[in-house]
Structure formats: structure tokens, C-alpha cells
């Protein structure tokens, strides 16, 4: 008796099934890797992560990008956070000077290093630790995520509204907010989340 099958993205023969085709026909990203848990939690806050989704990808459109597509040729574009030199990924959210002191105020309330080359460096030392649901790591992510909103937010501001804010007003921001979402989290009571608190200003 004659029978339907299917041949899947692997080749193989299969039973014919609308789940097999699908797999087999759907549109494929690049590889997420296991960067996943430093970007999307339970808590975090989704503007934020979706920047920050965006950033792991180098889908952000820094003027290294439109330079390439051609955009406003001969214009001289500088990063309008050190007006020094064209922004990038890595630039902006690491590199930069201005971007530099907001780090090292965030710093101050997140307790892991931050002294490495660039977000990647960062990203790979922090992703190890990240599927872990402890406080310490909750605020570690909160902070990265609200920290390279708020610059690209601060970017964007100075770069189409002509609106400066200095670092400590930018890092106030960052601080606030974390704190408000810390505030709202329901924590089960331990020595750590006591602490925690305590750090935060939160009774
Ligand atoms: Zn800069």
C-alpha cells in the first residue's frame, strides 16, 4: 500500500505530520547560545531586555551601521555620548568614556566585576551564573539590562532630541528603576535577600 511520508531538514524519511513540515519549512534564526538567561527572566523588565536582546545581536542601529548603508554620506557622525568618535555596539555600551562612568557608578551596587573589554567579555563571564534564580544574580542582570537601555535611551535623546543628561543623572535612572522593580519582587525571605534590602535602602 502506497503511504505519504515526508522527508525532513535532515533528509531523513519520516511520517508525514503538519508538526514534521512545519520544523522543516519554518524560518530559522541564528543560534541564540546559552546568552539566553542573561537576557529573558522571570522578572526582568521587558524594555529593557528587549534592548538588550537587540545589543547581543548587533541589531542596534549605531552609526557604524548606517555608515555602511550609506546613510547621510559625507556626514561626519560622532557618538553624541563623547562626541570623540563614530559609535558601535562595543563602543557605546563599553568603550565610550561617558559610558565608562555610568559603569562604574552601577558598579558600586553590582557585585561582579565589570573591568573586561567589552559587553561580549561581560556577557560570557556573567552567563555561567545566569540561569541561577538567587537574588544577587536577579539584581547583576536587572542592572546590565536597565544600564544599556538607559545609554542607548541617553543616545538617542542627545543624537534626535538635542537632550543632554550628565552620568550621575543617567545612573539615577538606572538606580531607580532597578530599585522600584527590586521592590517589587517577591523574594523569599534569606540571609542574601536581608541584605539585599539592606543595600538597596528597602524596608
Ligand atoms: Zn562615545
Not at 72 to 96: A, K, M, Q
Not at 118 to 141: E, H, M, Q, S
Request: charged share 20%; net charge positive; hydrophobic share 45%.
Amino acid at each position: 500500500m502506497d503511504v505519504v511520508k515526508w522527508k525532513d531538514f535532515d533528509g531523513n524519511l519520516t511520517e508525514f505530520l503538519v508538526s514534521s513540515v512545519w520544523e522543516s519549512i519554518r524560518p530559522r534564526g541564528s543560534n541564540v547560545f546559552n546568552w539566553y538567561s542573561v537576557v529573558w527572566f522571570s522578572t526582568c523588565i521587558p524594555k529593557h531586555a528587549f534592548v538588550l536582546w537587540l545589543l547581543m545581536g548587533e541589531k542596534l542601529k549605531t552609526q557604524d551601521k548606517l555608515r555602511h548603508w550609506e546613510i547621510c554620506p559625507g556626514s561626519n557622525l560622532v557618538c553624541p555620548l563623547c562626541e570623540l568618535v563614530p559609535d558601535s555596539h562595543n563602543h557605546l555600551f563599553f568603550t565610550c568614556s561617558f559610558s565608562n562612568q555610568v559603569w562604574m557608578l552601577v558598579r558600586n551596587h553590582m557585585d561582579f566585576p565589570i573591568h573586561c573589554d567589552g559587553w561580549r567579555d561581560f556577557t560570557f563571564l556573567l552567563t555561567p551564573f545566569a540561569a541561577r534564580n538567587i537574588a544577587r544574580i536577579i539584581v547583576i542582570k536587572l542592572l546590565l539590562a536597565a544600564t544599556v537601555y538607559c545609554l542607548w535611551k541617553e543616545r538617542n535623546a542627545r543624537f534626535f532630541k538635542r537632550r543632554k543628561r550628565s552620568c550621575n543623572q543617567v545612573f539615577d535612572v538606572i538606580y531607580h528603576t532597578v530599585r522600584l522593580k527590586i521592590m517589587s519582587i517577591t523574594w523569599k525571605n534569606s540571609p542574601q535577600v536581608l541584605r539585599l534590602k539592606s543595600d538597596w535602602k528597602i524596608s
